[in-house]
């Protein structure tokens, strides 16, 4: 069973910058993930941020975060992070870091369009003031 804790959110000014944790516990060693960050704005449907496949492969982001937000991995810290620059008000939502336990050679692109994800963390909160 796969937990997910997020951290690092906060308020901030436009141009600011954030960097998201998520704390990963559960990982089956040796096994394949879809991980990604994800967000949701009140009145809004849940969107794809960022991901990527910890078999290798593309990284995946969303058009309006482009340049600006990187996600990566600490395989020693099992940890996942989202950092991200020249915030603007519409970064404004509750951010998830997501997992799913993918097949060897697997892809992601499908399942983060989808947010099809298993397993999910709480959020963090992250604020962006013009």
């Known amino acids: 069973q796969v937990q997910l804790v997020e951290s690092g959110g906060g308020s901030v000014q436009a141009g600011g910058s954030l960097r998201l944790s998520c704390a990963v516990y559960?990982?089956?060693?040796?096994?394949?993930?879809?991980m990604g960050w994800f967000r949701q704005a009140p009145g809004k449907e849940r969107e794809g941020v960022a991901a990527f496949y910890t078999g290798g492969g593309n990284t995946y982001y969303a058009d309006s975060v482009t340049g600006r937000f990187t996600i990566s991995q600490d395989n020693a810290k099992n940890t996942l992070y989202l950092q991200m620059n020249s915030l603007k008000p519409e970064d404004t939502a509750m951010y998830y870091c997501?997992?799913?336990?993918?097949?060897?050679?697997?892809?992601?692109?499908?399942?983060?369009?989808?947010?099809?994800?298993?397993?999910w963390g709480q959020g963090t909160q992250v604020t962006v003031s013009s």
């Open positions: 559960g990982y089956t060693y040796n096994s394949y993930y879809c």
């Open positions: 997501a997992a799913h336990l993918t097949p060897s050679g697997g892809s992601c692109y499908s399942r983060y369009t989808r947010a099809d994800f298993r397993y």
